[in-house]
């Protein structure tokens, strides 16, 4: 294990949560920080995204399906513990599947490509987590409505929800590789 490691996940996490938070109150003010409202999501999936984003950056397969489990039991608790029947589990677990599958897809595809340059990146993370978040709305909306395809502004919602926690997860992240060195010597952290 790299000294550092898991100083390096907390600031990723961190950073990628910031960031999140950032473009969450730019666009919706303090909203964000209200756990009843559906604004909390740049709080709670920022945080489980960057979380999952770093363990893909520094932990092995093994660590990574832990966190998954993880974050799994983290959205269960803040998103469905007052009423936890089986429509907000089917909610969670997709909600949940469709941030971890735009990560992923991401870290494999944009991430490690050297070509996409710092800030470009991430709005592919924002493009990418819109689009899996409204695909993955749509099938909660079916499996727990049971009234047919959703309206369009559900899908809308999905989208903007997806794409402005996903940009504010890379704005996040991408900020912190472009300052990894100076933000752990500033920290005292060693990397290696």
Known sequence: ??????????????GGLLGSILIGFIFFNTSIFSPTRSNFQF??????????FSLLEY???KEQISGIILL????????SGRSLSIANIIRDVLYTASLILSIKIYYQFIKKNPQIKFYLRCFALALIYGLINAVFGTIVFIVNAKAGFPPMEFIYIMARYG???GLGIGLGTDFYFQNKKQLSGWLGIKTA
């Open 43 to 52: 709080v709670a999936f920022g945080f489980m995204g960057a979380l999952f």
């Open 163 to 165: 794409i402005l926690i």
């Open 72 to 79: 799994l039991f983290l959205n269960l608790v803040i998103f």
């Open 1 to 14: 294990m790299k000294p550092g490691k898991t100083d390096q996940i907390f600031l990723m996490t961190l």
């Open 59 to 61: 932990k092995s397969l």
